[in-house]
């Protein structure tokens, strides 16, 4: 497998994994932890699609911060979310400018899945999105999705069937807000679909994560 670290774009450590030529490109935030485990991730999505692709792995230096579209008090733990999403965006956009015309395809897991849910209501760029896991009890999201236009025509939505038995109110909230999303895309007409895996929040996030690009990949038949 080919992996290459590339120079970093606005403060961002990118590593590519892949077919550098491919038609297909894969982005996804990560934080430094999770390098160790993309290999995995790589093998699952080829062995459930057949496709050659090249994913894009964005590090993010400070989780809580650049995956947050907004800023928002702490709901565990004392640090508090930050607003610079819109930096990491801005930071992908140039990488596929510079790509070509490509099919893009945008995914994460947690925090990093809310935001690429958020991330294609801001631009048109990625033909699809896997939210993984995505964090839904985001302070005000649901709210911002009733009240906003989704740019992306293919959504993959997952979450474990324990994530919502949880004693902290706040992140108890993410099934119901997982469940209205689903229905509100639905109803919007999107290629939408919402799959629940078993387990709590942090069992297989690789696997759920190849999940979901590879039921994009397949749906689209590139």
Not at 53 to 74: G, I, Y
Not at 87 to 95: G, H, N, S
Not at 159 to 186: F, Q, S
Request: charge should be negative.
């Amino acid at each position: 497998m080919h992996i290459n670290h590339i120079a970093s774009l606005r403060d961002f450590d990118i590593y590519e994994y892949g077919d550098k030529a491919a038609q297909i490109v894969l982005l996804q935030a990560i934080d430094k932890h999770s390098l160790d485990s993309m290999e995995k991730e790589i093998e699952l999505i080829r062995e459930a699609t057949g496709k050659e692709f090249l994913l894009a792995a964005f590090v993010v230096n400070d989780w809580n911060k650049d995956l947050s579209p907004w800023p928002a008090p702490a709901v565990f733990g004392n640090e508090d979310f930050g607003d610079g999403a819109a930096d990491l965006l801005a930071a992908m956009q140039e990488y596929c400018e510079n790509m070509g015309s490509r099919t893009f395809i945008l995914g994460g897991y947690s925090l990093a899945g809310l935001y690429s849910l958020w991330s294609v209501y801001q631009t048109d760029i990625f033909q699809g999105v896997a939210a993984v896991s995505p964090s839904m009890w985001f302070p005000e999201f649901d709210n911002y999705m009733n009240d906003n236009k989704i740019q992306c025509s293919n959504v993959y939505l997952s979450l474990g069937d324990k994530e919502e038995k949880t004693k902290n109110k706040v992140m108890a909230t993410v099934g119901d807000k997982m469940r209205e999303a689903h229905k509100l895309l639905h109803d919007q007409d999107i290629n939408c679909t919402l799959e629940w895996n078993e387990g709590n929040h942090f069992r297989d996030p690789d696997k759920r994560t190849a999940n979901g690009f590879a039921w994009i990949i397949n749906r689209m038949g590139n």
